[in-house]
């Protein structure tokens, strides 16, 4: 059974990391539209997608995943915004869980947007 | 929706831009009762009279990217489907309580689904509310308090990959034990 002497475990070593994410101003941002239109479209595998692939390639104190609401496209849900400071902002739709990995690699880590999954290009 | 699992979602972050602080998150299922309760109650902002009767409406919303709203009627349809009730109260500067009933065998029942996940996603996504979650059945019942886990962790976040991971197997272990051991 999970004990609260684990926590504290973790507790204790995520304290002994500084936590360079809040400090970190080049932090990117992964933004998962998570309005009603998003979340019956199917935002939350995708959003859980994100956090793994994430904590996978240890890049969490470089990358937040975090929900926003509906940005009023909402035939093109799932969306996702991926903020990358001194970077355009790019809009993913119609997003899937396995088009996430792509996005990671590519995007947020070789710094190549992935056209084909963008907005521009269905539109 | 295809799980109420998402409608928890959906109306939760009715409480999260109410401005709340405080989210409870109540799932109560008695197979003898034939009956599931969802609870969401908040300490947020809360709605006049007239602002309840229109979040019924869904042609009504805050929101001005868009002109309808679908997270209140949907789950409104969802439990009024089966035969269920539902129920929002609220005051202003108090908060708001919104209760869906559901009649477990009926054929329009949506399934809960995983109700685990929407819960975590919850505190990931608002590391700085706190959210009670606690689930029953007719063999048990737990609570997740993330008041409690703030006082362990000193200051550390909630969003912290590893405490979520901790959350998750929490939530994943105690599900089990309120379902009779199984697998759920």
């Not at chain 2, 409104?76 to 035969?83: H, I």
């Amino acid at each position: 059974m999970k004990s609260l002497a684990e926590l504290q475990a973790i507790r204790d070593r995520a304290k002994a990391q500084i936590d360079l994410r809040k400090e970190n101003p080049n932090a990117a941002r992964v933004l998962v539209g998570m309005a009603t239109c998003g979340i019956a479209a199917g935002a939350r595998p995708v959003l859980n997608a994100f956090t793994e692939e994430i904590a996978k390639r240890g890049l969490t104190q470089d990358v937040t995943v975090t929900q926003t609401g509906c940005i009023g496209i909402c035939q093109y849900e799932p969306v996702v915004e991926v903020e990358v400071p001194g970077e355009e902002k790019v809009t993913y739709v119609k997003v899937a869980p396995e088009m996430v990995a792509r996005i990671v690699n590519d995007h947020l880590v070789n710094h190549n947007v992935v056209t084909e999954y963008t907005i521009g290009a269905i539109k | 929706m295809r799980e109420l699992s998402l409608n928890v979602m959906d109306v939760a972050q009715n409480s999260v831009r109410a401005k709340a602080s405080l989210v409870k998150i109540e799932v109560s299922e008695s197979d003898r009762n034939d009956n599931l309760t969802i609870a969401i109650s908040d300490n947020g902002c809360g709605m006049t009279d007239e602002q309840v009767q229109q979040v019924i409406d869904p042609f009504f919303t805050t929101r001005t990217t868009r002109k309808v709203g679908l997270g209140v009627p949907l789950f409104k349809l969802s439990a009024e489907q089966t035969g269920g009730s539902f129920d929002i109260r609220s005051k202003v500067g108090e908060g708001t309580v919104t209760t869906a009933s559901y009649v477990k065998s009926s054929v329009d029942m949506t399934p809960l689904g995983d109700i685990n996940d929407t819960v975590k996603i919850l505190i990931q996504c608002n590391p700085d509310i706190d959210f009670v979650f606690t689930h029953s059945t007719d063999t048990g019942s737990f609570t997740l308090d993330t008041r409690e886990l703030r006082e362990v962790l000193e200051g550390v976040s909630l969003d912290t990959p590893d405490v979520l991971e901790w959350i998750a197997q929490f939530l994943e272990e105690n599900t089990q034990n309120i379902y009779g051991g199984a697998e759920k």
